[in-house]
């Protein structure tokens, strides 16, 4: 049997989470799951062939086609823009979406055009994300959108089928986990330092099960761009939620965004995500609270997200672990990542370093490099890329004259795209090569086979570039 939800703010207090699920329940099924309403699903040209297959096949169209977006930006080429993609396989599938959005009606930001970019910099950049709705995505880290007070999460590709047919979708209700950052950071700390520590901390499945909200006054305080960090690393902590409450900073970011409401019905739009924070008293399952005073800048030294340390440390010595199973785990990555025990994080030279990607690629995150990269040159040897997170985003940089900033370093300006995060397109490390990356992943061969990631924030990355070595950004001002 099903039953209808209980109505919400039915006088328990509750968190942001339990307010963003309760409005959004079509029905309570029997095993405990519920059937949510999913008011915006974006698409892209890696992960969603097969739902359109799948349509296809079924005979189904799209239930309402404009609460969706499509974009390419995995498989996408950034040396050029405009003109055939040289590439067999990232043509054929830019082409298959291009296809599928024009024959199922779906808005679609096309590649040589303004808005597009990585999926999850397109949508709050347009708009399209929306304090308090559900945003599906066939994209891990559609975490970061919960930024904007927004219920989103990665799906796959059959579910994808599932929204764009039912514009519904069953889910399990999570546990609900309190990050709470508190402190006062140095300046050169951010969102990206936080995250890492936290990971480190807790663990790469520390927050499995758990729809993660960050709290406190370091979030607060922060730029959507550093919020949107924050969320976007949430699913690297095992979590497919992240979100923060919305506030005075997310209604700024969002007004006048195309996709926006306007007028009267931003008023009332605004009057209702006013009531979506969590209420006084609302109870967790789980808190963590982190002073940020202590982090310093972080940087991944092993072959998963919480393999992260202090820059000011040494690669540590698998003989001093003492659980088994995570002595065995450092061995291999400091195997693969051919690092040596004890030697110096800031001694490890690299040859590349990559700018970019939905964790970092925002105007914020090439402020913050562009600033370490002024007057200075990049280390002969290593090639240093930038890659805006969308169209808008590099038109912005270029703008601001970062772009110029950067050539003149000696790193390479490009258009927008996934580029180096991920090994999907013409971007990637050479077997044995060594990146200091902005981006979230750092398993083995993320970025090309047999290539070895670390992980740290675009300062970070920037001080890399000229150093020619993982190296102290704070030793940079
Ligand atoms: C290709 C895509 C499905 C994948 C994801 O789900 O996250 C990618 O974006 C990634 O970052 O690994
Ligand atoms: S930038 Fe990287 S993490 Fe983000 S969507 Fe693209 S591949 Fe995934």
Request: proline content about 11%.
């Given at each position: 049997m099903i039953t209808r939800p209980l109505p919400s703010g039915a006088g328990r207090p509750r968190t942001l989470y339990e307010k963003l699920w309760d409005s959004h329940v079509v029905a309570n099924r029997p095993d405990g799951s519920a059937l949510l309403y999913i008011d915006r699903h974006i698409v892209h040209e890696v992960s969603s062939p097969q739902a359109f297959v799948a349509l296809r096949a079924s005979g189904r169209r799209l239930r309402r086609p404009e609460t969706h977006l499509g974009v390419a930006d995995h498989?996408?080429?950034?040396r050029e823009r405009g003109?055939?993609?040289?590439?067999p396989l990232a043509r054929s599938q830019v082409a298959e979406l291009e296809a599928n959005v024009a024959e199922f009606a779906v808005p679609y930001a096309r590649l040589d055009g303004p808005e597009q970019g990585i999926v999850h910099v397109i949508g709050p950049e347009t708009g399209f994300t929306l304090p308090g709705t559900t945003i599906a995505c066939g994209d891990s880290h559609t975490t970061t959108h919960g930024a904007f007070g927004a219920l989103a999460f990665g799906v796959g590709a059959s579910e994808q089928g599932t929204i764009m047919a039912a514009q519904c979708l069953p889910q399990q209700r999570a546990a609900t986990m309190q990050v709470e950052l508190v402190g006062k950071r140095h300046p050169l700390i951010d969102a990206k330092d936080m995250a890492l520590a936290l990971i480190a901390r807790i663990g790469a499945n520390g927050a499995v099960g758990h729809a993660v909200e960050y709290t406190g006054e370091v979030v607060s305080g922060m730029a959507m761009s550093e919020r949107m960090t924050l969320c976007n690393m949430t699913i690297e902590a095992g979590s497919r939620i992240g979100m923060v409450a919305p506030d005075a900073r997310t209604f700024a970011y969002l007004e006048g965004r195309r996709l926006a409401p306007r007028g009267e019905l931003w008023d009332a739009a605004v009057a209702y995500w006013r009531t979506l924070p969590s209420d006084p008293g609302a109870r967790y399952d789980r808190v963590v609270t982190l002073d940020v005073g202590t982090i310093a800048p972080q940087v991944s030294w092993g072959t998963s997200p919480d393999q992260t340390l202090p820059i000011d440390r040494t690669v540590p010595d698998p003989a001093a672990i003492a659980d088994p199973v995570a002595r065995r785990e450092a061995e291999k990555a400091l195997a693969y990542m051919g690092l040596v025990p004890g030697q110096r994080l800031d001694s490890v030279a690299i040859d590349t370093v990559f700018i970019g990607s939905c964790t970092n690629g925002r105007i914020e995150d090439l402020r913050a490099a562009a600033a370490i990269a002024m007057g200075r040159r990049v280390a002969p040897g290593v090639t240093a890329l930038v890659v805006p997170g969308s169209a808008a985003t590099r038109a912005q940089a270029e703008a601001e004259g970062l772009d110029r900033i950067f050539t003149a370093a000696g790193f390479s300006w490009r258009h927008a795209g996934c580029s180096l995060c991920v090994a999907m397109n013409d971007d990637r490390l050479a077997p044995g090569q060594r990146c200091a990356s902005t981006s979230n992943r750092n398993f083995e061969g993320r970025q090309g086979p047999g290539g070895r990631t670390h992980l740290m924030s675009p300062a970070m990355a920037a001080a890399a570039a000229i150093a020619g070595r993982l190296a102290d950004v704070r030793e940079f001002v």
């Open positions: 498989a996408v080429p950034t003109g055939e993609i040289a590439d």
